[in-house]
């Protein structure tokens, strides 16, 4: 199997990029970083993407203010809602 997207880790750095083959060696260093999740080449990544749902970042925006709506006025908070924006915005989530 080959990587279908780039594997990054937790401070977005990139941990393996897209088109790499997959190995059982492989499997085990990104279960000890903590990922779970990976999208393939083939039949895997179209099945994925029939489950996926992209929004627009006009969208996401309103979602996150929804969720951000009484604690926005918070310096700390609004640092937050930009960083998961574009977070997800970045990572078309």
């Given at each position: 199997m080959i990587l279908g997207r780039e594997v990054c880790g937790a401070s977005g750095n990139v941990l393996v990029s897209k088109g790499s083959p997959l190995s059982a060696?492989?499997?085990r260093r990104l279960a000890n970083?903590?990922?779970s999740t990976l999208i393939v080449e083939g039949e895997?990544?179209?099945h994925l993407e029939e489950n996926s749902v992209l929004?627009?970042?006009e969208k996401l925006k309103d979602e996150l203010m929804d969720?951000?709506?009484n604690v926005i006025?918070?310096?700390v908070m609004k640092k937050l809602f930009v960083?998961?924006?574009q977070y997800r915005v970045h990572k078309n989530i």
């Open positions: 060696a492989l499997g970083w903590g990922i895997e990544d179209s929004i627009s970042p969720k951000f709506t006025h918070k310096p960083a998961i924006y």
